[in-house]
């Protein structure tokens, strides 16, 4: 199992999102679920009805916190009320590790609330890199960095942006969160070869895996999580799993949400891609079957 310092050395298997439509099916019918991922700042609140329903759930399923406005890549000092509300959740949760998106998306205390793309320079990774280490000081707790989809490229850019990635990770001795349907995302909107960027990752560094649907435009794939996930985005997984082994797995689905089964269903394809000798996890009857091979892909792929 790819279990290892950057997630608590846990092997959790398939998990999906906690969203709000499958809250009483949760708590009333309690199904087989290896673990959920819930949106930090959901819950980054002083009481009230969502903290009293994550600590129903946590008295029965295992949690990870994954943030959204972090904004590592934005040029001012992190935000340190925010850190400490953040702090706080984490000690409720007693979340393994944290994620949170490589990005910027703030300007001078105003929040775009939105995940940008960043310019691929040295000196964003040197500062981008330092914020993380001061996050992972003050929330004591392993962070994993994930990979965002994008729709604009920086001409000042210095290097790819799975360089760009590798740059940031090794200077903050972070781990990643891999998002192999953000890789083939990018990768039809900027014309590269998503098994490129994927066997160019420091596999030893991935916490998480997540997977998920999007949304194909006439110029452009935009990353909805209002969709089953596609045959070539299976495919990276594949080959995640067979640098990678058996990671902790995380299906989005976020908007247009089908039933808990619906979900949980899709989440657990994921087993199908473990090798043979693993057993898989989730529903009973779910086989292991060897990786699948992802042979004639090529960037432009739709």
Same mark, same amino acid.
């Given at each position: !199992?790819?279990?290892?310092?950057?997630?608590?050395?846990?092997? =959790?298997? $398939?998990?999906?999102? =906690?969203?709000? +439509?499958?809250?009483?099916?949760? =708590?009333?019918?309690? +199904?087989?679920?290896?673990?959920?991922?819930?949106?930090?700042e959901n819950f980054?609140?002083?009481?009230?009805?969502? %903290?009293? %329903? %994550?600590?129903?759930? =946590?008295?029965?399923?295992?949690?990870?916190?994954?943030?959204v406005s972090m904004y590592f890549g934005s040029a001012e000092p992190l935000n340190r009320e925010h850190l400490q509300r953040l702090k706080n959740l984490v000690r409720r949760t007693k979340t393994p590790w944290l994620s949170d998106h490589l990005c910027w998306g703030s300007v001078d205390g105003s929040y775009s609330h939105d995940l940008l793309p960043m310019p691929y320079t040295f000196e964003a990774a040197r500062v981008t890199a330092q914020k993380?280490?001061?996050?992972?000081?003050?929330?004591?707790?392993?962070?994993? $960095?994930?990979? $965002?989809?994008?729709y604009?490229?920086?001409?000042?850019?210095? !290097?790819?942006?799975?360089?760009?990635l590798n740059e940031v990770v090794e200077r903050a001795d972070c781990g990643i969160l891999l998002d192999v349907n953000n890789i083939y995302v990018s990768s039809q909107n900027h014309s590269f070869n998503p098994f490129t960027y994927l066997e160019s990752v420091p596999i030893e560094r991935v916490a998480q895996i997540h997977i998920a649907g999007h949304s194909k435009y006439e110029k452009y794939i935009l990353d909805t999580h209002d969709h089953a996930v596609i045959d070539p985005v299976w495919k990276l997984y594949a080959r995640a799993i067979e640098l990678a082994g058996p990671t902790p797995t995380l299906l989005e689905?976020?908007?247009?949400? +089908?039933?808990?089964?619906?979900?949980?269903a899709e989440a657990l394809k994921a087993n199908r891609y473990l +090798?043979?000798?693993?057993p898989s996890t989730g529903l009973a009857g779910t086989q292991s079957v060897p990786s699948a091979v992802a042979d004639g892909f090529s960037a432009g792929t739709r």
């Amino acid at each position: !199992m790819a279990a290892n310092r950057f997630n608590s050395f846990k092997e =959790l298997g $398939v998990g999906i999102g =906690l969203r709000i +439509p499958h809250y009483e099916h949760i =708590l009333t019918k309690k +199904p087989v679920c290896d673990w959920f991922e819930i949106i930090s700042e959901n819950f980054m609140i002083d009481g009230g009805r969502p %903290l009293h %329903l %994550l600590d129903q759930i =946590l008295e029965q399923y295992q949690v990870v916190q994954h943030g959204v406005s972090m904004y590592f890549g934005s040029a001012e000092p992190l935000n340190r009320e925010h850190l400490q509300r953040l702090k706080n959740l984490v000690r409720r949760t007693k979340t393994p590790w944290l994620s949170d998106h490589l990005c910027w998306g703030s300007v001078d205390g105003s929040y775009s609330h939105d995940l940008l793309p960043m310019p691929y320079t040295f000196e964003a990774a040197r500062v981008t890199a330092q914020k993380i280490k001061e996050a992972r000081d003050f929330l004591e707790v392993p962070i994993a $960095v994930e990979n $965002v989809s994008s729709y604009a490229e920086f001409h000042v850019s210095e !290097m790819t942006e799975w360089e760009f990635l590798n740059e940031v990770v090794e200077r903050a001795d972070c781990g990643i969160l891999l998002d192999v349907n953000n890789i083939y995302v990018s990768s039809q909107n900027h014309s590269f070869n998503p098994f490129t960027y994927l066997e160019s990752v420091p596999i030893e560094r991935v916490a998480q895996i997540h997977i998920a649907g999007h949304s194909k435009y006439e110029k452009y794939i935009l990353d909805t999580h209002d969709h089953a996930v596609i045959d070539p985005v299976w495919k990276l997984y594949a080959r995640a799993i067979e640098l990678a082994g058996p990671t902790p797995t995380l299906l989005e689905w976020d908007d247009h949400i +089908p039933s808990f089964d619906e979900v949980h269903a899709e989440a657990l394809k994921a087993n199908r891609y473990l +090798p043979a000798e693993v057993p898989s996890t989730g529903l009973a009857g779910t086989q292991s079957v060897p990786s699948a091979v992802a042979d004639g892909f090529s960037a432009g792929t739709r």
